[in-house]
């Protein structure tokens, strides 16, 4: 069965500094998400991607975050200059229609 | 914005019961409800889902229900086994370019 393949799985990094989650969706879809997911608590919306731009992004989404789509299979989330409290579970999503997402695993980002 | 509460938070059943999450939202024009599953690590699994336009949809020991006109939706678990423990979160297409997750809820099933 196809898979949303993220990279990687576990990333450390130092509060201020840039790190960028990679994901790899499944190879016919259309629409691209990210979500995240803090400790304990529900799935949150961040962004939706459709036709090479942002659909809609949420109020966690601020400048810090940005996304691409450099080749036709990676999907990125960058977030610029990370904080404590991004430290999160990072879910990449895609679907071939606008509902009936498939997840990723998931990327746990521990900002220390 | 598009509200999704679920409960309850946490649910512990006797093996071979069942077991039911239920979910209001407040956009009456949502239409697709579906549920997720998640295990330890794992990203939300899609476990079930429903259009608004049927009003119950099963599938083996899962079965989901849905009231427009009250805005909930239910989970059902018939027949519950150990491998059904997990987090399992209701969801709302809440437009054309996103689903909103409810709070989840952690299910235990006892031996």
């Known amino acids: 069965e196809p898979e949303v393949t993220q990279t990687p799985s576990h990333q450390v990094t130092q509060m201020g500094q840039e790190v960028i989650l990679r994901c790899v969706p499944i190879s016919n879809h259309l629409y691209f998400y990210w979500y995240r997911q803090i400790l304990g608590q529900k799935v949150e919306f961040l962004v939706s991607?459709?036709?090479?731009?942002?659909?809609?992004k949420s109020e966690i989404f601020d400048d810090q975050f940005s996304v691409e789509r450099p080749d036709g299979s990676n999907f990125t989330l960058k977030i610029r200059s990370t904080k404590l409290e991004d430290s999160a579970m990072y879910f990449c999503a895609s679907g071939q229609v606008s509902y009936g997402y498939t997840f990723g695993s998931g990327t746990r980002l521990t900002v220390v | 914005g598009e509200n999704v509460e679920q409960h309850p938070s946490t649910l512990s059943v006797q093996e071979g019961d069942s077991a039911v999450i239920k979910c209001t939202y407040s956009?009456?024009?949502?239409?697709?409800f579906p549920w997720y599953k998640q295990e330890l690590g794992k990203g939300p699994q899609l476990i079930i889902d429903i259009r608004s336009n049927v009003g119950e949809k099963k599938d083996q020991r899962i079965a989901v229900t849905l009231n427009k006109t009250a805005k909930h939706f239910s989970l059902h678990i018939t027949e519950t086994q150990p491998e059904d423990s997990a987090v399992y979160f209701c969801?709302?297409?809440?437009?054309?370019?996103?689903?909103?997750f409810g709070s989840g809820t952690r299910l235990s099933i006892r031996p």
């Open positions: 969801a709302v297409y809440s437009s054309a370019s996103k689903i909103i």
């Open positions: 956009d009456s024009a949502s239409n697709y």
């Open positions: 991607f459709y036709n090479n731009e942002i659909s809609e």
